[in-house]
């Protein structure tokens, strides 16, 4: 049920833009994307619901595409400061009726100057 | 500081041995979760609790235990660890049981000797 996310690991150099995809096989409720740098807890960047309603932090955009279940994360003039692992999280009703939020493998994003 | 802590930052601990991780939200937020996170695996959903009430036990091992004894904390008790167990433990906390954001904790990275 964990959604895909590709690619793996990207490496930019300053000022690059890169994508981050995200897909699932399920019918989603709504999409979660987060970002984790070394020794430090995950931390939140956004999520888009159903119906086209999303909430996250100015400088970050992605989209949503319910018909395919997938996700993109957008990173525009890359900074040193976006280096982390990106983990997309995928949120389903389970089958008792909860709301049940998965997480990929992640994204290895390396910035360079 | 993301209002989640949890406690303790390190353990290591002998297979027989019983331990307990805690986590604490200062956030008025009424649900709560257990993920594992080892490396090169994504974040793995173990426990939810919504008001109290677990809602969620994704086939975790009887040798983890949780307790949510009240909205603002939550406990894994570990008993007869196996090595394999070996991973950091991260807690979130939302609120609401659906779409909103959750907050990390920073982790209990746990060795199993």
């Known amino acids: 049920q964990q959604p895909v996310q590709s690619p793996q690991a990207v490496i930019l150099r300053e000022g690059e833009d890169a994508v981050i995809n995200c897909s699932s096989s399920k019918a989603l409720y709504s999409v979660h994307w987060y970002r984790q740098k070394h020794g430090e807890a995950p931390v939140f960047l956004m999520i888009l619901l159903k119906g086209g309603e999303q909430k996250g932090h100015e400088k970050i955009s992605a989209s949503f595409n319910e018909k395919k279940q997938q996700s993109s994360l957008y990173l525009t003039a890359s900074q040193l400061s976006y280096s982390g692992t990106y983990f997309c999280?995928?949120?389903?009703?389970?089958?008792?009726?909860?709301?049940?939020?998965?997480f990929g493998k992640g994204t290895k994003l390396s910035v360079i100057p | 500081e993301t209002g989640v802590t949890q406690t303790p930052r390190h353990l290591v601990m002998g297979m027989t041995n019983k331990k307990s991780l805690k986590c604490e939200q200062h956030l008025g937020h009424n649900a709560m979760y257990w993920y594992k996170q080892s490396a090169k695996k994504p974040l793995e959903l173990m426990f939810v609790?919504?008001?109290?009430?677990?809602?969620e036990n994704n086939s975790v091992p009887s040798r983890f235990s949780p307790e949510c004894p009240n909205s603002s904390h939550l406990f894994l008790h570990l008993h007869t660890l196996q090595p394999e167990d070996s991973a950091l433990y991260l807690c979130?906390?939302?609120?609401?049981?659906?779409?909103?954001?959750?907050?990390f904790g920073e982790g209990s990275r746990l060795t199993v000797l």
């Open positions: 999280g995928t949120e389903i009703v389970s089958g008792a009726g909860s709301y049940q939020l998965t």
């Open positions: 609790y919504s008001l109290e009430e677990r809602v």
């Open positions: 979130a906390s939302r609120w609401g049981r659906r779409a909103g954001e959750l907050f």
